[in-house]
């Protein structure tokens, strides 16, 4: 029997993002000290390499006269249906104490000469509340959640906190419904077997590994970023709203958003052949008029996210329809064209209709190409283009309607703990959202979600790695010795020099999520599409083809997206059954066996999945419970403060 290296820990943090990092230094800083961060990559994540026009950040309005407060943002959270209104309740309450820990530690949020924080309103913040003036909505600039990254690093390093850099968490380890660890693969010793391989033994896991973004071709997600949903579901944590997600228009070449300056510039939409020839404007085969093209083209930048409720009307995404269908059904490639101004713009701006031509004006950008009003009004978008090796005064920019963020994920209470005593999922990888969600209220949720796992961590779960029975400890090292064998013979029997089939898997299972379950679903291609991925998950081992062992890492990447395919497809088709029409993100496309003759509102409800393994198969149970309302918290002083002293 080999040897495998076993570290003993209160608690580890997979993923070095925004929300894993936070969770580290808040843990550090409430006492709990017995702690590591585990990753990939430091450098990898979604935090640290995504961003946008004016990547936001969502918190309780801090400026201005405007009046707010907690229970109104909770409101607004809620609003988006299918979200529990505890967390919503947390989110608001805890928005601003997270958002001034980000200034104190150096994030560049912009404030006047006398410390206000200045806001603006962002996507979805106007959702069922009394409060329409408030500004919640603030930016460091496109690289917002970079800036947190680099800055909670810091805190990191100053703190002397642990980090086990380049292992891959491959399995998580529960016994009886209780976290006792993980098996990680050790990406900087691939050729050592001994050292291949190493056991975290932990009382808690803080899992911060972001959404599941290799499941989409058409993605903004980094390419490092594939998320590791899969072993969680694999380990018994159950899913929650996994049909939610945001999609919208970005560069591929490039993976970034679209939104704000870069479509409020008004850029010429084209799309070509394979080839890239035979160009041609094509939104005027989907709207009657030129205002209407534009209205709708300067409007994508305050709705970004597909909308179905905003194609109605020559709405903002009907673009995003319209895109959808030159790549899907033309087979063409489709373009921002930043270099000339759309066909039906007139030369002194008349026909953009009166909020574009407004803001123009009071921009002073009613001149030139799309590409000179950008650099104008906003020359980093620009810059950072160039610096991606993209210049947008002599070339356009391929785009896709592109998967952007999940809005459910992993079930957590209003601890962000898991079904599984033990495991937090914070961040993305937290179902916390639900429908709809005001823009940058992921950073927020991230944020507020790290702190509270780490103040009950510290507050009730503060011994050394979870107490277990001897036979149990030895039945864990079995398990873990086990499966690293089983992967390594699997590894060793397919080595053939010729031929390689990772990538083909990583891309079938991308190139199928984005055609037939993003923006677009049809229920009778995800149901043919289930029984094809469960006998892909099942014969995983058997039918594994690698070159050489570096290949490993990508291997488990696929095993664990076959995992969260087969949950997440099996959700949307329980949706569609269930009654479930076009929401939020996505249209439910009509078949000759999908009419939805009884459609219900599903708003109120969460639906719930588990992934259950018997006798060698594999199945999914769902259920669906009401959403827990906003909760009446006490707030007369003298009975918190009784309570507080006794918690």
């Avoid at 490639?333 to 713009?345: A, I, M, Q, T």
């Amino acid at each position: 029997m080999r040897n495998i290296k076993i570290i003993y820990k209160n608690t580890i943090i997979i993923g070095s993002g925004a929300a894993g990092l936070n969770a580290a230094d808040r843990l550090f800083s409430y006492g709990q000290k017995d702690i590591a961060i585990v990753t990939e990559g430091l450098t990898k994540g979604a935090s640290r390499n995504t961003g946008s026009d004016k990547q936001t950040y969502y918190k309780l309005s801090l400026s201005g006269e405007e009046g707010d407060s907690v229970v109104s943002m909770a409101k607004t959270l809620y609003g988006g249906g299918a979200m529990d209104g505890d967390i919503a309740l947390c989110e608001a309450a805890l928005s601003a104490q997270c958002f001034y820990k980000l200034t104190e530690i150096g994030v560049p949020f912009p404030h006047n000469n006398y410390g206000e924080y200045a806001g603006y309103k962002t996507d979805h913040d106007d959702i069922n509340t009394d409060i329409n003036s408030v500004c919640r909505a603030t930016s460091a600039g496109p690289l917002t959640s970079k800036y947190m990254t680099e800055k909670l690093l810091e805190q990191i390093k100053a703190k002397n906190i642990e980090i086990y850099d380049g292992y891959m968490a491959v399995k998580i380890l529960v016994r009886d419904g209780v976290c006792c660890g993980a098996l990680c693969l050790n990406l900087n010793s691939l050729e050592d077997i001994d050292n291949r391989y190493i056991i975290f033994r932990t009382e808690n896991i803080i899992y911060a590994t972001g959404g599941p973004a290799g499941l989409y071709s058409r993605s903004v997600y980094p390419e490092s970023q594939l998320g590791a949903s899969g072993i969680a579901f694999e380990a018994g944590v159950l899913g929650k709203n996994l049909t939610e997600w945001q999609y919208g228009i970005a560069s591929v070449k490039f993976r970034w958003n679209l939104s704000g300056t870069y479509q409020q510039v008004l850029p010429a939409y084209i799309s070509t052949n394979q080839d890239g020839e035979n160009p041609r404007e094509f939104l005027g085969e989907y709207f009657k008029t030129g205002e209407q093209i534009l209205n709708a083209v300067f409007l994508k930048g305050y709705q970004w996210p597909f909308d179905p409720n905003k194609i109605n009307n020559y709405g903002s995404s009907l673009i995003d329809m319209a895109v959808y269908n030159e790549l899907e059904n033309k087979k063409r490639r489709v373009f921002l064209d930043y270099r000339k101004n759309p066909e039906v713009l007139k030369s002194d701006f008349s026909n953009t209709g009166k909020e574009c031509f407004d803001y123009l004006s009071k921009s002073n950008a009613l001149f030139g190409s799309p590409a000179e009003r950008l650099d104008y009004m906003n020359p980093n978008a620009v810059k950072l283009y160039k610096s991606n090796n993209i210049d947008l005064y002599n070339e356009p920019l391929e785009i896709a309607v592109c998967a952007q963020h999940n809005n459910g994920g992993l079930s957590g209470d209003m601890w962000w703990e898991s079904n599984v005593r033990g495991f937090f999922p914070v961040g993305e990888v937290n179902g916390t959202h639900g429908i709809y969600r005001p823009g940058g209220s992921a950073l927020n949720s991230g944020q507020c979600g790290s702190m509270r796992a780490a103040m009950l961590i510290a507050k009730k779960r503060s011994n050394g790695a979870a107490p277990v029975k001897l036979e149990t400890e030895t039945d864990l090292l079995k398990e873990s010795l086990d499966f690293a064998g089983n992967i390594d013979k699997a590894a060793e029997n397919s080595y053939n020099s010729d031929f390689s089939n990772v990538r083909r898997t990583r891309r079938e299972i991308g190139d199928f999520m984005s055609r037939h379950a993003a923006h677009i679903r049809t229920a009778e291609d995800i149901e043919r599409e289930i029984k094809t991925v469960k006998e892909k998950y099942l014969n995983y081992w058997d039918t594994l083809k690698l070159s050489n062992i570096g290949e490993l890492p990508d291997a488990l990447s696929n095993r664990d997206l076959l995992i969260a395919q087969y949950v997440y497809l099996g959700a949307i088709l329980n949706y569609i059954k269930r009654g479930g029409t076009s929401r939020g993100s996505y249209i439910i496309a009509e078949t000759n066996n999908n009419s939805n003759n009884n459609i219900i509102d599903l708003s109120e409800m969460i639906q719930e999945i588990l992934l259950t393994k018997t006798d060698g198969d594999i199945n999914t149970e769902i259920t669906w419970r009401k959403r827990r309302p906003i909760p009446n918290a006490p707030r007369w002083f003298e009975t918190v403060w009784n309570e507080y002293i006794k918690s």
